[in-house]
C-alpha cells in the first residue's frame, strides 16, 4: 500500500493492553512465534498491498476461518485497522528513524513495522511487548536479517510519543497547514485540501473532519417502515438513532444475527443515507405513483424507498448499471422492478416518474470512515470522469421526471466538484431548486441551503449531500 501522509490517535478500541507473555496483548507466545492477531492483522495489510483486498470484506472472512473470536479478533483489527488508517503517520516517522525512505523498504517489512510503530504510538500495550511481538512477527514471516532492521527502528520509535513525533515530522500549522493536517491526521494532502475547500476553508473544522475519519463507524440499522420497527431494533439491543426516525445503533453484536436483518425487514445503513431518502419521499408531489432510483446497486437507499412506496402504493423501478450490483437489489426490495440499465443510456420513457433517487457514483471521500484503507487509493485523476458521468446522470434523472416531479441529486463524498459544481450547472428553466433543509426539519446543522451537507464531525454519519430540483 503507498502512502501519503498521516493521522492522530482514534478513540476507538485500543489494543487490550494485557501484560505479560502469551496474552492477546503483549502478542508473545512463548514460542516466540507471532500470534493469531498479528498474524491475522499482518495478512490482512499484506492482501490490501499485493492484492488490492477491501479490509472490511476480507477481515471477518479472515477471522472466522481461522477461528479467531473475542479479544484477539478485537486486537486484529484496531491492529489491521489502525495501522491502515495511520500509515501516513506512520511512514513519517518511520522515515525519521531509518536510513532510507519507507518506499525503498521492502513492503512486507514496511508493513511489519507500521504494524509496530500502531502499537508503540496508539495503543496501551507496554513498549517491551509492542517490539518484541513486531521482531517475532518480522523473523517469522519476513526473515531473520530484516528484524534487525525493524529492532534499530522501533527502538527509536519507542522513544518518543506520538505528539512528539509529529512536533518533528509534520510541517508546522501556520506555515502549511494541508501539510500539517495531511501528517498530524494520515490522509493524503489532495484529500485534506478537497475537505478544507468543502468545508469552507476553516482549519479547524478540517482537523475536526480529518480526525472523524479516523473513528471507527457505530454500526448503524434502519428499520424499513412496514416491516420492522426501531422498538423491534431496540430490543434486539440496539439504540434509537439521533435523527432518523427509522434509525438504531447497534452499540456491540453482530447485525447478521438480528432476526429483522436476516429476513431484510431490517439492514445496515448510514443514517444520513436514510435522510436523504426520505427528504426525497418528503416533498409534496401531485401525483405520487413512479419513483426511480436510478443508480440503486447495492440498494441500500432502495430497500427504504421500496418500503416507502409500497406503504403508499406507489411503484418504484430501481435501476443500476452494474448486473451485479442490481442482483443485489433484489435482496433489498420487495415490491421493486429491478433491472439492469445504463443511467445515461435509459431505457425508461422521459417525464414518466413523481421522484427520482440520483445516488450517484463518486469519490466516496464522504465514507472513508468505512474502509480504513480507501483513502490511499482514491485517485484525484478520477474526479473528471466521475463529474462527467454525474452530469450526464443528472441531466437523464431531470428528463427521467414528469414536470412537478422531484429529482434528488446525492453523492457520498463531499467534494465540491462533484457537488456544488454538479447542481450549479442545472438551468433554472429546467428545474427548481428546493430548499432540501425543510424536508429533514430532525436533522440540525445542515449548512446554509439550499442544499444539505451531512458530516461526520457534526452528525457521526458519512459525509453526504442532497440537493433537491423539482422539474418545470
Ligand atoms: C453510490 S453507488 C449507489 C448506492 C446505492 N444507491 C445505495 O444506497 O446502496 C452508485 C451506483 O451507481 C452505479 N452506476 C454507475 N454508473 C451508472 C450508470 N451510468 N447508470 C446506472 N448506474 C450507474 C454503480 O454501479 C453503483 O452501484
Not at 167 to 196: T, Y
Not at 321 to 343: E, F, I, N, S
Not at 402 to 426: I, K, M, N, Q
Amino acid at each position: 500500500m503507498t502512502r501519503q501522509h498521516s493521522g492522530r490517535r482514534p478513540t476507538g478500541r485500543q489494543g487490550s493492553g494485557k501484560q505479560g507473555s502469551g496474552g492477546p496483548g503483549s502478542g508473545r507466545q512463548r514460542s516466540g512465534r507471532p500470534d493469531a492477531a498479528r498474524n491475522a492483522a499482518y495478512d490482512l495489510m499484506r492482501a490490501v498491498d499485493e492484492r488490492d483486498a477491501y479490509a472490511n470484506l476480507l477481515l471477518p472472512a479472515l477471522l472466522r476461518k481461522r477461528g479467531i473470536v473475542g479479544r484477539d479478533a478485537a486486537l486484529a483489527t484496531e491492529l489491521a485497522y489502525g495501522t491502515l488508517r495511520g500509515l501516513g503517520t506512520y511512514d513519517e516517522i518511520i522515515a525519521a528513524c531509518s536510513d532510507r525512505p519507507p518506499e525503498h523498504v521492502d513492503p512486507p517489512l514496511l508493513d511489519a513495522v507500521r504494524l509496530g510503530v500502531h502499537q508503540l504510538l496508539r495503543t496501551r500495550i507496554p513498549p517491551h511487548a509492542a517490539v518484541s511481538a513486531t521482531i517475532d512477527l518480522v523473523r517469522h514471516r519476513v526473515g531473520p536479517g530484516p528484524s534487525r532492521y525493524a529492532n534499530a527502528v522501533l527502538r527509536k520509535v519507542a522513544g518518543r510519543t506520538l505528539e512528539e513525533w509529529l512536533a518533528i515530522v509534520a510541517p508546522p500549522l501556520d506555515e502549511d497547514a494541508a501539510g500539517h493536517l495531511a501528517v498530524a491526521h494520515s490522509h493524503p494532502r489532495w484529500i485534506v485540501n478537497a475537505l478544507r475547500d468543502a468545508v469552507g476553508g476553516d482549519v479547524d473544522e478540517t482537523a475536526a473532519l480529518l480526525a472523524a475519519d479516523n473513528e471507527r463507524p457505530r454500526v448503524a440499522l434502519v428499520a424499513r417502515p412496514g416491516r420492522c420497527s426501531v422498538d423491534e431494533l431496540i430490543s434486539a439491543g440496539a439504540e434509537p438513532a439521533a435523527y432518523s426516525p427509522y434509525g438504531a445503533y447497534l452499540p456491540e453484536g453482530d447485525p447478521a444475527s438480528i432476526p429483522a436483518v436476516g429476513e431484510a425487514r431490517a439492514a445496515v445503513q448510514d443514517e444520513a443515507s436514510q435522510l436523504v431518502a426520505l427528504a426525497l419521499t418528503r416533498v409534496p408531489v401531485d401525483r405520487d405513483r413512479d419513483w426511480l432510483d436510478m443508480c440503486a446497486g447495492p440498494g441500500g437507499k432502495a430497500g427504504l424507498l421500496d418500503a416507502v412506496a409500497e406503504q403508499r402504493g406507489a411503484r418504484l423501478l430501481a435501476a443500476d448499471v452494474q448486473y451485479h450490483r442490481a442482483r443485489l437489489v433484489w435482496g433489498t426490495t420487495r415490491g421493486a422492478a429491478v433491472v439492469t440499465a445504463d443511467g445515461t443510456r435509459p431505457p425508461w420513457r422521459p417525464g414518466t416518474f413523481d421522484r427520482v433517487m440520483l445516488d450517484a457514483p463518486c469519490t466516496g471521500l464522504g465514507a472513508l470512515r468505512r474502509r480504513p484503507e480507501a483513502r490511499w487509493r482514491r485517485d484525484p485523476r478520477s474526479i473528471p470522469e466521475l463529474t462527467r458521468l454525474q452530469r450526464l446522470l443528472l441531466d437523464s434523472a431531470l428528463r427521467a421526471v414528469r414536470p412537478g416531479g422531484v429529482v434528488a441529486y446525492v453523492t457520498c463524498s463531499p467534494h465540491l466538484a462533484e457537488t456544488t459544481a454538479v447542481v450549479d450547472e442545472v438551468p433554472p428553466e429546467r428545474a427548481e431548486v428546493l430548499d432540501a433543509r425543510e424536508f429533514l426539519p430532525e436533522a440540525p446543522g445542515l449548512g446554509g441551503g439550499p442544499h444539505v451537507r451531512f458530516w461526520p464531525h457534526r452528525h457521526g454519519t458519512d459525509a453526504m449531500f442532497l440537493a433537491l430540483f423539482r422539474a418545470k
